[in-house]
C-alpha cells in the first residue's frame, strides 16, 4: 500500500516543477533549485525574527519594570 502511495505522488505529485518549468522555459533543476533556495531563505528569514522580537521584547522587559512603590527607584 505505501508502495502504491508511493509511485502515485511521484508520478502525479511531483510534476508541478516539471510543468511550470516547461510553462516559464527553463529547466526544471532549476526551478527545484529555486524552491530549495527560498525554503533556506524564508526559514533563515523566521528564525532571524525570532530571535530579534525576543531581544526587543527582553530589552522592554528590562525597562518597563513595573515599580511597587515610588521608592523603589
Not at 8 to 29: C, H, M, P, Q, T
Not at 31 to 58: D, N, Q
Amino acid at each position: 500500500m505505501l508502495y502504491n502511495l508511493r509511485l502515485y505522488l511521484e508520478r502525479n505529485g511531483f510534476y508541478v516543477s516539471s510543468r511550470l518549468a516547461d510553462r516559464l522555459g527553463i529547466r526544471a533543476k532549476n526551478v527545484r533549485l529555486f524552491f530549495i533556495y527560498a525554503t533556506f531563505a524564508t526559514a533563515g528569514l523566521g528564525f532571524v525574527f525570532y530571535l530579534t522580537m525576543a531581544f526587543w521584547l527582553k530589552l522592554k522587559d528590562l525597562v518597563y519594570t513595573k515599580r511597587t512603590s515610588v521608592f523603589d527607584l
